[in-house]
């Protein structure tokens, strides 16, 4: 099933038969991100083989076809596929992208930079921080205060929703990339202890595990790896 507009066509639009495009174009299956839960449209151009993912939204693939070159009658258009994606979108084809799918920069991969890029401050434990290395299994788990994941690392990558990082972090916890406590399996922190100059501080916390380039090696500084799938 897809949603399908030729550019010779003429399509009936408030009792008017009207020509939408100069070119043939497809919307050809709904993307879910299964870390966020976001959904997107994949938009085709059958005739010179580009596709795009595009919000839900009929003006979001308007803009898009006006982006790819597409001369398009763009009130008309708006309004036909208002109609179409209304009727047809529970009928397309749902493909998920996963982290470590090709041409997705995933979340997670963000969180693995940002230790990478804050790695020394996070082995201060005066910033309720503290990475613990492995020996084997090539990982290392990350410990930060609550408030420092919410604050520092999705301001930075510009989630600043409280849903979406929750969407987020309960995708992490089911790939076992957020680790919680036994007797607490719903829940997304931990209660972690800090030693600080002040004395220990025992705040809410998240608990998450990143990979190593090549494990833990005493005496020499360890490699955080941004490949996701190999966690």
């Known amino acids: 099933m897809k949603i ?29 991100e299964k ?4 959904k997107w449209l994949l938009l085709r151009l059958p005739n010179s ?35 179409e ?18 041409d997705y920069d995933s979340y997670y991969e963000d969180f693995i930079r940002f230790v990478w890029e804050h790695e020394h401050e996070m082995q201060d434990e005066n910033n309720l921080t503290k990475i613990v290395y492995h020996k ?25 929703d409280e849903y979406e990082q929750t969407e987020i972090l309960r995708y992490w916890r089911e790939r076992g990339w957020l680790l919680n406590q ?14 600080t100059s002040r004395g220990r501080r025992l705040t809410k916390s998240y608990k998450i595990v990143v990979p190593m380039e090549n494990g833990y090696v005493e005496g020499e500084k360890p490699v955080l790896q941004v490949a996701s799938q190999q966690v």
Do not use: H, W
Not at 35 to 38: I, L, R, V
Not at 51 to 75: D, F, H, N, T
């Open 85 to 102: 994606i209304f009727r047809q979108k529970r009928y397309l084809q749902i493909v998920e992208i996963d982290v470590g799918d090709a």
């Open 35 to 38: 870390e966020t839960g976001k």
């Open 182 to 195: 036994n007797s607490r399996k719903d829940a997304l922190t931990v209660m972690a202890g800090y030693k």
């Open 136 to 160: 084997e299994g090539n990982k290392a788990t990350v410990t930060l205060d609550a408030k420092i994941l919410r604050r520092d690392f999705f301001k930075k990558i510009g989630v600043s």
């Open 49 to 83: 083989d580009v596709e795009r993912k595009v919000s839900c939204a009929p003006q979001a693939v308007v803009k898009a076809l006006i982006s790819l070159g597409v001369s398009v009658r763009q009130k008309e258009l708006t309004r036909y596929l208002q109609e």
């Open 4 to 32: 399908a507009v030729k550019a010779e066509e003429e399509y009936e639009i408030g009792g008017k038969a009207v020509q939408l495009c100069d070119e043939d174009f497809e919307i050809n299956a709904v993307l879910k």
